[in-house]
């Protein structure tokens, strides 16, 4: 069983969204804008966030940023701005998925479900990787380069992990987006060019590691 902080300013879409989560035997609660949602999160012992975009108070991005500050709890996105753009810009900022509306209550269960599952997978994988630039700590969601701890961004963190632990082997970019993303993600290549693109940055010295592979995708080869 999950606990769901349902955030939207429209009181239908929260008690639908409630819902469904209490018919599939998650709990759940509820904020009306990004200010409360934050608050909440704090106080709260939430497993995933429900986060609409377009809010009073506070926009679902901003809140998304704020929390981000402070914890590494998965978020999924609602929100009516479905332009690509619009989605990148949420998964960059830290969110784990982004479903446009109107959205299926249905798809939405699947996708909590998705989300969780890879959560939940990390953690069961207790790893330490190590060469002579890079540290990955997967249990403590730690990564350090020439000795000096590095901040990513929750998909960062999940994309490198990923192609840390298939290294040596040659990722399509179809792979990546199904594995980091999920199989159900509805974005596209630019999407995973532009993670690989600021991973790298991150990553200093480190991003030599990370080869692109022309028409084909990427290989971790550290």
């Given at each position: 069983?999950?606990?769901?902080?349902?955030?939207?300013?429209?009181?239908?879409?929260?008690?639908?969204?409630?819902?469904?989560?209490?018919?599939?035997?998650?709990?759940?609660?509820?904020?009306?804008?990004?200010?409360?949602?934050?608050?909440?999160?704090?106080?709260?012992?939430?497993?995933?966030?429900?986060?609409?975009?377009?809010?009073?108070?506070?926009?679902?991005?901003?809140?998304?940023?704020?929390?981000?500050?402070f914890s590494n709890l998965p978020?999924?996105?609602?929100?009516?701005?479905?332009?690509?753009?619009?989605?990148?810009?949420?998964?960059?900022?830290?969110?784990?998925?982004?479903?446009?509306?109107?959205?299926?209550?249905?798809?939405?269960?699947?996708?909590?479900?998705?989300?969780?599952?890879?959560?939940?997978?990390?953690?069961?994988?207790?790893?330490?990787?190590?060469?002579?630039?890079?540290?990955?700590?997967?249990?403590?969601?730690?990564?350090?380069?020439?000795?000096?701890?590095?901040?990513?961004?929750?998909?960062?963190?999940?994309?490198?992990?990923?192609?840390?632990?298939?290294?040596?082997?040659?990722?399509?970019?179809?792979?990546?987006?199904?594995?980091?993303?999920?199989?159900?993600?509805?974005?596209?290549?630019?999407?995973?060019?532009?993670?690989?693109?600021?991973?790298?940055?991150?990553?200093?010295?480190?991003?030599q590691y990370i080869v692109t592979?022309?028409?084909?995708?990427?290989?971790?080869?550290?």
């Amino acid at each position: 069983m999950y606990n769901v902080l349902i955030v939207d300013d429209e009181q239908g879409i929260r008690e639908l969204v409630a819902k469904y989560c209490a018919l599939e035997g998650f709990s759940y609660g509820e904020a009306g804008d990004g200010l409360e949602a934050i608050q909440k999160v704090k106080q709260g012992s939430y497993d995933i966030v429900i986060m609409d975009v377009m809010m009073p108070e506070l926009d679902g991005f901003s809140a998304v940023r704020e929390i981000r500050k402070f914890s590494n709890l998965p978020v999924i996105m609602l929100s009516a701005r479905t332009e690509t753009y619009d989605k990148i810009h949420g998964l960059e900022i830290g969110a784990d998925d982004y479903i446009g509306k109107p959205f299926s209550p249905k798809e939405l269960m699947l996708r909590i479900n998705a989300v969780m599952n890879r959560v939940n997978n990390q953690k069961a994988n207790v790893e330490v990787y190590e060469n002579q630039l890079l540290k990955v700590d997967f249990t403590a969601r730690k990564v350090a380069v020439e000795g000096v701890q590095v901040d990513l961004s929750p998909k960062e963190y999940e994309l490198l992990f990923f192609m840390v632990k298939n290294r040596g082997i040659a990722l399509s970019r179809e792979k990546l987006l199904n594995e980091v993303w999920g199989y159900d993600f509805y974005g596209d290549d630019r999407t995973l060019d532009t993670h690989i693109k600021l991973l790298r940055k991150s990553l200093g010295n480190a991003s030599q590691y990370i080869v692109t592979l022309r028409g084909m995708g990427y290989r971790f080869d550290g």
